[in-house]
């Protein structure tokens, strides 16, 4: 019923958000008198402003077409170098461009798309040969297709890395991951390094990631834990309705996810769209796009399934299994004891109120049989969880520090 609600709701918005709009547009035409005095800009604004908020979303593009390389401009070419069912290997290749590292970016499975790490990619394309993880919206993914849990996640992890080849004298992959997926890539890398797999990663950079969530404990880390595990299973999953591909399917719909995160950030989120209304009222378009594009993508959610948000619960926040040596993959323990040659860079941000810190630095001190001089430890200054990954400070303060760490080891 919870699914069957939203849907609902979300076509009652639809409709509002389309008439909202044309509102705007009325109140906006330069024939309109009232576009030009009176309640006219401050009502358009309004409209504006509501249209955007409840306009549905799906999947959006990353729109990656050209970067610039040694001061020309090169061509970029998405391919989908891998297909699975719930997830697929992106390639963003450079046309005619064939030096550079090649570097997957493991994209969390946590409510958003891959597209949340545009500007991650854009950064990282002038210096490397970027693959990154697309995974699907699990309403989309027909039940007979089966489960996809935490277990499925490293072995879609391990494919990925061998369909893009072998660590041997031309080169070997490096892998980055960004929040989430840095327990599964660290397992990856237990798992892959005990068996001296031809394709284990170089390096594995790790970027706010909850490692072990017992330090500095967050919001996101009280509420996996407050409540036992049942809860989670009674109260958050949904199953979903008949309109979709997955239908019947036991999910952990995006959209609760989303409320979430709003919710941890009331204030902020009240004070941007006020920012954005007011420049509207202004006339400044271009600072209202900024808003606009951010929101654009931060409101397109997709559902994950029921089974690896509740195996990540129990797994990374309850047990924390990972920390204390307890995770078996599939009957197998994931020793990070077995780490000895790979390289390990663990970011933080110091302002991040999702993975707190020393969360993601503890698998620097797990990894107690790799050398010193293979694990590095950074804390971006005035970062938050968001700007690890985008923005200014990771394009001029933490980008640099990851392309200096896969030179050194690569």
Same mark, same amino acid.
């Given at each position: 019923?919870?699914?069957?609600?939203?849907?609902?709701?979300?076509?009652?918005?639809?409709?509002?958000?389309?008439?909202?709009?044309?509102?705007?547009?009325?109140?906006?035409?330069?024939?309109?008198?009232?576009?030009?005095?009176?309640?006219?800009?401050?009502?358009?604004?309004?409209?504006?402003?509501?249209?955007?908020?409840?306009?549905?979303?799906?999947?959006?593009?990353?729109?990656?077409?050209?970067?610039?390389?040694?001061?020309?401009?090169?061509?970029?070419? =998405?391919?989908?170098?891998?297909?699975?069912?719930?997830?697929?290997?992106?390639?963003?290749?450079?046309?005619?461009?064939?030096?550079?590292?090649?570097?997957?970016?493991?994209?969390?499975?946590?409510?958003?798309?891959?597209?949340?790490?545009?500007? !991650?990619?854009?950064?990282?394309?002038?210096?490397?040969?970027?693959?990154?993880?697309?995974?699907?919206?699990?309403?989309?993914?027909?039940?007979?297709?089966?489960?996809?849990?935490?277990?499925?996640?490293?072995?879609?992890?391990?494919?990925?890395?061998?369909?893009?080849?072998?660590?041997?004298?031309?080169?070997?992959?490096?892998?980055?991951?960004?929040?989430?997926?840095?327990?599964?890539?660290?397992?990856?890398?237990?798992?892959?390094?005990?068996?001296?797999?031809?394709?284990?990663?170089?390096?594995?950079?790790?970027?706010?990631?909850?490692?072990?969530?017992?330090?500095?404990?967050?919001?996101?880390?009280?509420?996996? !834990?407050?409540?036992?595990?049942?809860?989670?299973?009674?109260?958050?999953?949904?199953?979903?309705?008949?309109?979709?591909?997955?239908?019947?399917?036991?999910?952990?719909?995006?959209?609760?996810?989303?409320?979430?995160?709003?919710?941890?950030?009331?204030?902020?989120?009240?004070?941007?769209?006020?920012?954005?209304?007011?420049?509207?009222?202004?006339?400044?378009?271009?600072?209202?796009?900024? !808003?606009?594009?951010?929101?654009? =993508?931060?409101?397109?959610?997709?559902?994950?399934?029921?089974?690896?948000?509740?195996?990540?619960?129990?797994?990374?926040?309850?047990?924390?299994?990972?920390?204390?040596?307890?995770?078996?993959?599939?009957?197998?323990?994931?020793?990070?004891?077995?780490?000895?040659?790979?390289?390990?860079?663990?970011?933080?941000?110091?302002?991040?109120?999702?993975?707190?810190?020393?969360?993601?630095?503890?698998?620097?001190?797990?990894?107690?049989?790799?050398?010193?001089?293979?694990?590095?430890?950074?804390?971006?200054?005035?970062?938050?969880?968001?700007?690890?990954?985008?923005?200014?400070?990771?394009?001029?303060?933490?980008?640099?520090?990851?392309?200096?760490?896969?030179?050194?080891?690569?």
């Amino acid at each position: 019923m919870l699914y069957d609600a939203y849907e609902v709701q979300k076509s009652m918005f639809a409709g509002a958000s389309a008439m909202a709009n044309f509102g705007a547009g009325v109140l906006q035409n330069p024939s309109n008198p009232f576009a030009y005095f009176g309640g006219g800009p401050i009502l358009a604004s309004a409209l504006e402003v509501f249209a955007h908020a409840a306009a549905p979303r799906g999947k959006p593009e990353f729109g990656l077409d050209h970067t610039i390389i040694d001061g020309r401009e090169v061509a970029v070419v =998405e391919q989908v170098a891998l297909r699975l069912p719930f997830g697929q290997l992106k390639r963003f290749a450079r046309q005619g461009v064939e030096h550079g590292p090649k570097l997957l970016i493991v994209a969390p499975m946590s409510g958003h798309y891959a597209t949340l790490l545009r500007g !991650t990619v854009e950064r990282m394309l002038p210096f490397a040969d970027v693959y990154i993880t697309d995974w699907r919206d699990a309403k989309l993914v027909p039940a007979a297709d089966g489960k996809f849990d935490l277990d499925d996640y490293i072995d879609y992890l391990i494919a990925f890395l061998e369909h893009i080849g072998p660590n041997d004298g031309a080169g070997g992959t490096h892998m980055l991951a960004v929040c989430q997926p840095s327990v599964p890539c660290y397992a990856v890398a237990c798992l892959m390094e005990a068996d001296k797999h031809p394709c284990r990663p170089r390096t594995l950079t790790m970027m706010g990631g909850p490692i072990d969530t017992r330090e500095a404990p967050t919001a996101v880390n009280t509420l996996a !834990t407050k409540r036992p595990h049942a809860w989670f299973e009674q109260n958050v999953i949904a199953t979903v309705p008949m309109t979709y591909p997955g239908a019947g399917r036991k999910v952990y719909p995006g959209f609760l996810q989303l409320a979430g995160f709003m919710s941890m950030n009331l204030g902020s989120h009240m004070i941007s769209h006020w920012e954005m209304f007011k420049h509207l009222v202004q006339g400044d378009g271009e600072s209202a796009d900024a !808003t606009k594009d951010f929101y654009e =993508e931060y409101r397109s959610v997709c559902d994950m399934t029921a089974e690896f948000y509740l195996q990540t619960i129990d797994v990374v926040f309850q047990r924390h299994a990972i920390a204390n040596g307890s995770y078996m993959h599939r009957g197998r323990l994931v020793d990070p004891g077995a780490i000895t040659d790979m390289a390990l860079l663990a970011i933080e941000g110091e302002r991040d109120d999702i993975s707190g810190l020393g969360q993601t630095r503890a698998a620097l001190t797990l990894a107690a049989n790799l050398p010193e001089a293979k694990k590095r430890y950074y804390m971006a200054e005035g970062a938050g969880h968001y700007g690890i990954f985008n923005g200014s400070k990771w394009r001029t303060k933490i980008a640099p520090v990851v392309e200096e760490w896969i030179t050194a080891h690569g």
